[in-house]
């Protein structure tokens, strides 16, 4: 276990490495990705772009200009090109909010994808399985930032039910927050709950037929203790695989849509926005955090593997 | 006969200078037991397999029986490359494939094949039986189109009806899931079979209709089986050699009838002492379970009573001996090497049975025996049995 | 104790509507279940034994499957009663060993937390108690160390030990009727003789009746006070253990005695075996089931023989063959201790 975790702590610094390399290289081989051109405005004059280059370091071999940015992003002193904000404050400044955004959908979609996935397994068959599955299937197939301008619309602008777009922090009032944030959840939950009860519910089916739920039931235990015992929890250990990875990606600033469409201003908008102006800096640091996201998910996941299934060692 | 071959494992019978098809040689397998959530640290381990050498010539049947938990299981899982050894070397065909990986496993993969003792978790619950049979076929590239006539054919010699290839495992009866075992096993006709208690879910009529499949895919075939069982006598019927284990070791490894007429071991006698004879009367006269499976003297030996051995920390010396009725001091202190006696029946006891003063006498340490033993081997004087509780 | 019987089962029929069509995979079956004692059901493999078993407790009950017929255990008809009240009778009043020990445990559960369930959904009994218990069930059943295997996973258990560990959790709340099917076929002949000697006092000790499904007539003329032979769905022939060793009655008994490989006798070039394949549940041959198999068929057996006394003077011999009884008595092959198929009078020999 302990091995295990530093074995995990030495990859994930070997795919930070790799992940910031890759990004580096792509924004500096991109045409018309020089910064010093865009940071120097309308028609610059050679002396000005050279004077840019030159404070800025642009000029220097691209494993410098790594270095250098990789050592600002670590001591969090990188800046961006565009706006000439500290990139790591900035990150900071979001980081509630996508984290409100991400914690709340993963609980969110979970658990109605469990009830559901449980629910349809059972009823296999049924009408009402039936009907949940065309359900999820509409759930699969709305594109979230159309879903979401719907919702907006409709639920936030026309009836006022909800506030339309805007955030209101965890500390200061849990209520508003909680109320400015269903919309958001609610979209951005609606494909994953649709495509997680469907694994679930097939995995439920399978493991329904097992012998040992046979003998859960011989023993007199009661329908719900099989069920949640027996039924369950060997039918979840497929979907933690699935949860971890999309929960590490949500975290690290993947709801870039969602985040979008209700304005939250989160971190995945900020990187959506930086892409578009070829912004290194904050687009190099989102980058990595999301992947230091997605790698830590990755390894709890693992942890949590190992612990609903003994069979599984971590080495 | 004057074969003077150097006497290699598992060269008992064939003498022929051929190889033996698998060789097993000092194989041991521990499970390690780890406690502690954090930092773990390794406890003990399980011995499931201990030092144990032996062959299978090409063409052969070897039966491999012992107490529940003794290893055979693991014994033919290492076989199938299928666990890891921890110490010891296993090769097929003369290639060593301890080491083996995924990729060199890959065409061997085709050639042995196994069936598991427990025939519904090694079938894919969302597959129908059909396809279970038929993706070891297609894997190895079998034509699409006679995939299906193949699956028929397959269901139908171990006693299935065709049309059930579209049913799901789960539909099936303990027999008849044994049985989707052996048919997906024998689709690849595969030079080496291990078998893990092919036949013990089934009726005795099926049984016999099995084993004599079996027999006759060896005559047309050539197939080498190991075959696992705990029913003696479908063993005896089967096997050509046979091999006692008990905790991990090597008791006794014997051509099939002569185990039966002249057990050697303690161990083997008590386990042919305790076999349910399929007769009331003789049952009622003979009170086996009446005993509790303790303590019926017959032919000087009493069937196994006592408290299972525990392979996390095997006895000292004869690992047999907290529940040898002829133990001994020596037993206690030394492990007896597995020693050679006329005929190639191997058997590790310091105090064996059914043999006379001269056989005891004439054996030699037979190299297969487990490093650990100690060199001392059985004499005349002891043979006789006047250490014995008889 | 009470003298009459524990269970009573008449015309218990259970089909399943599979692809291939109905199957039919026990019918008619009737019996009587007395205190005390230990009924065999022997029979083909597939024939249903399992099926029929499991249906006495409610675990067949699946969309697919229909059923027929009734099952008396104190006063409740088991075959519709509610999922409560059959709740409350599983693994306290009725328990079973099921055939598959490998799959039949959850295999991300610790052993003795399964046990612990079934005794704590029975019995409002502490959790520390409760697992003292489970130890001394697993070191009844003769799991070396067991103590510390009440902690083990089933996967570092061997086949055997995961079989005794389905034993002692039948065995945990002391069950008046155990259902055993197939308990012994994973363990060697010493383990056996300590399982079997164990469901024998438990039967000593509270009167338990056992209904033992198993392929091992060792173990049957063992531990057995009745057998009921069963072929394609049916019960073919019901009668004590003697009878059915030494006067059976219908064709497929001799066929499968027959079968037996003994270690007291000599080896058999082949092993005799039933010709022919055991016919499908869901196309089953008119009248007797057994017919196209037998060699001693004739035209009544176009018609289902019933399940009746067809011996003088023994009312609890029963089986399903049209042949008067002495003609069965002279065609059945019997050496001592063996019985074969047998041969029509008249047929070329081999
Ligand atoms: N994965 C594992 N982890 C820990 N212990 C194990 C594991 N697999 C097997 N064992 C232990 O190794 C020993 C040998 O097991 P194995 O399954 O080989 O026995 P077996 O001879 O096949 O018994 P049976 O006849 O009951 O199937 C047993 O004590 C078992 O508990
Ligand atoms: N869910 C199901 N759907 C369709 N057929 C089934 C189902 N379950 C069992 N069967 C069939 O019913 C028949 C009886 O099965 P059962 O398990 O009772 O046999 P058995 O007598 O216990 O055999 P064995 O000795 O091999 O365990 C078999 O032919 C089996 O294929
Ligand atoms: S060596 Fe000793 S202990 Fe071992 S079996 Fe022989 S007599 Fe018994
Ligand atoms: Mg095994
Ligand atoms: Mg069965």
Known sequence: MARFVVRRLLSMLVVLFAVSVLTFLI??????????????????????????????????????????????????ELVSYSTQQNVVAEIGKRLGRTFSL??????????????????????????????????????????????GALMNYYLGFKAGIFPNGDYVPLG?????????????????????????????????????????????????????????????????????????????????????????????????????????QLDVPPVLAVTMFGAFFIVLLNTVVDIVYAVLDPRIRLT | MSVKAEPGPGDIRRTGASK?????????????????????????????????????????????????????????????????????????????????????????????????????ASLNPRKRVGQIIRMPLRLHGAPRDEAPDRVRELLRRVGLHPEHANRYPHEFSGGQRQRIGVARALALEPS????????????????AQIINLLDDLQDDMGLTYLFVAHDLSVVRHISDRIAVMYLGKLMEVSPAQELYSKPIHPYTSALLT?????????????????????????????????????????PSGCVFHPRCPRATELCREVEPPLARYRGGHLAACHHPLNVSREETVATTRDPSSPLSAGDVLPDGAAAEGSLGTS | MSSGPLLTVRDLGVSFTA?????????????????????????????????????????????NARFEGTAHYKGLELIDAGEEELRRIRGAEIAMIFQDPMSSLNPVMRVGEQIIEQIQAHEGVPATE????????????????????????????????????????????????????????????????????????????????????????????????????????????????????????????????????????????????????????????EGCHFRPRCPHEFDRCRDVPPLVARIDGDDDHLDRCWLPVEEKRERREVRPGEIGLGRKPGAAAA
């Open chain 1, 27 to 76: 924004f500096n081989v991109i045409p018309g990705g020089d910064p010093a051109l865009r940071m120097a405005g309308r028609q610059p004059d050679p002396a000005q772009l050279e004077r840019i280059r030159e404070d800025w370091g642009f000029d220097e071999p691209v494993y410098v200009q790594y270095l250098k940015t990789m050592g600002q992003l670590f001591s969090g």
């Open chain 1, 102 to 147: 991400a914690i709340g959908a993963a609980i969110m979609w979970m658990a109605f994808a469990t009830a559901l996935g449980l629910y349809t397994a059972i009823r296999a068959g049924r009408l009402s399985d039936r009907l949940l599955t065309i359900l999820a299937l509409v759930g699969i197939s709305m594109p979230v930032f159309w879903v």
């Open chain 1, 172 to 276: 200061e009032d849990p209520l508003e927050w909680l109320y400015h944030l269903i919309l958001p959840w609610t979209a951005l939950s609606l494909l994953f709950i649709g495509v997680y009860s469907r694994v679930l519910r097939s995995n439920v089916l399978d493991t329904l037929s097992e012998d040992y739920v046979r003998t859960a039931r011989a023993k007199g235990l009661s329908e719900r203790r099989v069920l949640v015992r027996h039924v369950l929890r060997n039918s979840m250990i497929p979907i933690v695989t699935l949860w971890g990875l999309d929960f590490g990606a949500v975290l690290g600033g993947g709801a870039i849509l969602t985040e979008a469409v209700f304005d939250l201003q989160g971190v995945g908008q900020y990187v959506a926005e930086s892409v578009d």
């Open chain 2, 20 to 120: 033996p098809l698998v060789e097993v040689r000092h194989l041991k397998v521990f499970f390690p037991i780890r406690q502690g959530f954090l930092v773990e640290r390794e406890v003990g381990r399980v011995h499931a397999v201990n030092d144990v050498t032996l062959g299978i010539e090409q063409g052969e049947t070897l039966g491999l029986v012992g107490e529940s938990g003794c290893g055979k299981t693991t014994l033919s899982r290492a076989i199938m490359r299928l666990v890891d050894p921890t110490k010891g070397s296993i090769r097929f065909r003369g290639e060593d494939i301890t080491e083996a990986g995924r990729r060199r496993l890959e065409p061997m993969r085709r050639e042995m094949q196994m069936v598991f003792q427990d025939p519904f």
């Open chain 2, 192 to 207: 080496l079979i291990v078998l893990d208690e092919p036949v013990s879910a089934l009726d005795v009529s099926v049984q």
């Open chain 2, 274 to 314: 305790a076999i349910p004879i399929p007769d009331p009367e003789a049952n009622r006269r003979r009170g086996r379970v009446a005993a509790g499976g303790g303590g019926t003297p017959r032919g000087g030996v009493a069937v196994v009573g006592g408290e299972p051995p525990n392979p996390v920390d095997p």
């Open chain 3, 19 to 63: 692809e291939e069509g109905v199957v039919r995979a026990v019918d008619g079956v009737t019996f009587d279940l007395l205190p005390g004692e230990v009924l065999a059901v022997v029979g083909e493999s597939g024939c249903g034994k399992s099926v029929m078993a499991m249906t006495l407790m409610g675990l067949t009950r699946f969309p």
């Open chain 3, 130 to 285: 409760a697992r003292e218990r489970v130890a001394q069930l697993l070191d009844r059943v003769g799991i070396p160390r067991a103590r510390d295997r009440v902690d083990a996973y089933p996967f570092e258990l061997s086949g055997g030990m995961r079989q005794r560990v389905m034993i002692a959790l039948a065995l945990s709340c002391g069950p008046s009727v155990l259902i055993a099917d197939e308990p012994t076929t994973a363990l060697d002949v010493t383990i056996q003789a300590q399982i079997l000697h164990q469901i024998q006092s438990l039967r000593d000790e509270t009167g338990a009746a056992v209904i033992l499904v198993t392929h091992d007539l060792g173990v049957v003329a063992e531990i057995a006070d009745r057998i009921a032979v069963m072929y394609a769905g049916r019960i073919v022939e019901q009668g004590t253990v003697n009878a059915i060793f030494y006067d059976p009655q219908h064709p497929y008994t001799w066929g499968l005695l027959g079968s037996i490989t003994r270690v007291d006798r000599a080896r058999p070039e082949r092993l005799p075996a039933i010709a022919g394949l055991p016919p499908s549940l869901a196309d089953r041959p």
